[in-house]
């Protein structure tokens, strides 16, 4: 894993954090391995409401004006709302190869429990909307990060393979401030 970000010290205390990535990039399970080592309450972007709509904006204004969390997705059509009150963007830029692979994975286990594996293989978790959306989210994180309001806030995370599998969270963990909780 690299660094989360040059500019980050560990002497910043991060209590709002958001994690950003491609569908099917690890963003939950990092979002509760950290939120469990940080004791932060993890909030579940889909758990929000329909983006776009009215009650979601509602429901992320609420959240960002809370003293800590960590929000478990992109915060699309409330980016400024969150990126602005967030302490810590992580960017979990996970290669293409694993995001298909764990939206296949996604995807047999949603059929084995009794979803259609041809929606399972389509909807925004799977590896077909993955493959698609892959190059867009990475060109559009890209942008948004190279955004000046956004520096010393920008934490970018390239896993080799899977999430679940990183060895560093100790160390993220202790550059997110863990024993200035």
């Known amino acids: 894993?690299?660094?989360?970000?040059?500019?980050?010290?560990?002497?910043?205390?991060?209590?709002?954090?958001?994690?950003?990535?491609?569908?099917?990039?690890?963003?939950?399970?990092?979002?509760?391995?950290?939120?469990?080592?940080?004791?932060?309450?993890?909030?579940?972007?889909?758990d929000l409401g329909e983006l776009g709509s009215d009650s979601y904006r509602e429901?992320?204004?609420?959240?960002?004006?809370?003293?800590?969390?960590?929000?478990d997705g992109p915060p699309f059509f409330e980016e400024d709302v969150v990126y602005a009150a967030a302490d810590m963007i992580l960017w979990l830029d996970t290669p293409k190869s694993s995001v298909i692979w764990?939206?296949?994975?996604r995807a047999?286990?949603?059929?084995?429990?009794?979803?259609s594996l041809m929606h399972a293989l389509h909807r925004t978790g799977g590896p077909v909307y993955a493959a698609y959306a892959f190059a867009l989210r990475?060109?559009?994180?890209?942008?948004?990060?190279?955004?000046?309001?956004?520096?010393?806030?920008?934490?970018h995370i390239k896993?080799?393979?899977?999430?679940?599998?990183?060895?560093?969270?100790?160390r993220l963990v202790g550059v997110l401030g863990k024993t200035n909780m």
């Open 102 to 105: 764990w939206g296949i994975k």
């Open 1 to 46: 894993m690299n660094e989360p970000s040059e500019h980050l010290t560990s002497s910043t205390r991060h209590r709002r954090i958001v994690i950003v990535g491609c569908p099917a990039a690890g963003k939950s399970t990092l979002a509760t391995q950290l939120g469990a080592a940080l004791g932060l309450p993890v909030v579940r972007r889909d």
């Open 59 to 71: 429901a992320i204004i609420k959240m960002a004006a809370t003293p800590a969390w960590i929000l």
């Open 108 to 115: 047999f286990a949603e059929a084995r429990g009794g979803d």
């Open 159 to 170: 896993p080799n393979r899977f999430v679940y599998r990183l060895p560093d969270i100790d």
């Open 138 to 155: 990475r060109a559009h994180f890209t942008d948004v990060f190279s955004n000046v309001a956004y520096k010393g806030k920008v934490g």
